[in-house]
């Protein structure tokens, strides 16, 4: 059975972001905390894909994957081939998949009402507030 696409933001969801943008290549900040943990995971049960502003932008995705491969290597320990299995088995599109639900830190779910304008202008990450 194909499993369902969860896609997933970097910057200020996975990767802390706390420094700012430096570049596509440049990904210098811890993950959020947990993230690691929910990746391993979400694959047992979705199709995992990992979508960002970088993604389109040179040395983006080479980038990303390197700063994953790091931390599950952290998360994971002396255990190889777990952090190996796990990145090996994530999706880096160049352009937004066609999810069933995305986790991003800078949107709204639209609930069948349009929203304020003056909300979105108020607009601020998580941790941003």
Not at 93 to 121: H, Q, Y
């Given at each position: ?9 970097f910057d200020g969801v996975i990767h802390s972001y706390t420094s700012g943008w ?99 202008l108020d607009f601020k990450p998580w941790n941003k507030r």
């Amino acid at each position: 059975m194909k499993k369902p696409i969860l896609c997933l933001d970097f910057d200020g969801v996975i990767h802390s972001y706390t420094s700012g943008w430096q570049g596509a290549s440049v990904v210098p900040d811890p993950p959020v905390d947990g993230a690691m943990s929910f990746i391993d995971r979400a694959i047992e049960d979705f199709d995992v894909h990992i979508y960002s502003s970088r993604s389109g932008q040179r040395g983006g995705i080479k980038a990303m994957k390197y700063w994953l491969a790091g931390h599950m290597k952290e998360y994971f320990g002396p255990d190889r081939v777990r952090w190996d299995d796990v990145v090996s088995e994530i999706n880096w599109p160049k352009e937004k998949p066609p999810a069933m639900v995305s986790i991003d830190d800078r949107a709204i779910t639209f609930m069948g009402e349009w929203p304020d304008v003056k909300l979105l202008l108020d607009f601020k990450p998580w941790n941003k507030r």
